[in-house]
């Protein structure tokens, strides 16, 4: 099944709209709010969301470029559409956006299951607090 992957700037009254009305169903479910809890959501962040041809949602994620360091968060891939290719797909778009804005860094926070995900990417890990790891990336 193909995806639509948008590029999303809450700042826009129309793209703040579109991105909430795409995310709520995949916050309302117990699983996400259990494999995300905690979601950022803060001024400047830019959100990718791919979503299948039935206009749900299957990965979402956001980024938020500052002093050339981009932040990327909420990266969340709906078990059905794990293991095809979204999640790359999506960060590449994230990436891209990172870049277009001067981005030289990219900084994740990875959960224990994430890492491996994010090392593939070439992520390395910078340091840890609890379970969750923060990672780096020179783009």
């Keep these: 099944m193909e995806l639509d992957y948008l590029l999303l700037d809450p700042a826009?009254?129309?793209d703040r709209d579109r991105l909430f009305t795409l995310i709520?169903?995949?916050f309302a479910s117990r699983r996400v709010r259990r494999e995300m809890p905690y979601m950022h959501h803060e001024e400047g962040y830019v959100w990718s969301?791919?979503?299948?041809?039935?206009?749900?949602?299957?990965?979402?994620?956001?980024?938020?470029?500052?002093?050339?360091?981009a932040t990327l968060r909420?990266?969340?891939?709906?078990p059905a559409?794990?293991?095809?290719?979204v999640g790359r797909h999506l960060t590449d778009l994230l990436?891209?956006?990172a870049c277009g804005h001067g981005a030289r860094w990219m900084?994740?926070?990875?959960?224990?299951r994430a890492v491996g995900v994010f090392e593939r990417r070439g992520f390395y890990r910078v340091s840890a607090r609890g379970q969750y790891v923060?990672?780096?990336l020179a783009l």
Excluded: I, K
């Design 107 to 112: 900084r994740a926070v990875a959960s224990p």
């Design 81 to 85: 559409w794990r293991g095809c290719g």
């Design 134 to 136: 923060t990672m780096e």
């Design 24 to 26: 709520g169903p995949l």
């Design 95 to 97: 990436f891209g956006h």
């Design 49 to 69: 969301v791919a979503v299948t041809p039935l206009g749900e949602a299957a990965a979402m994620g956001s980024v938020d470029v500052r002093q050339g360091v």
């Design 12 to 14: 826009l009254r129309g």
């Design 74 to 78: 909420n990266l969340y891939v709906a």
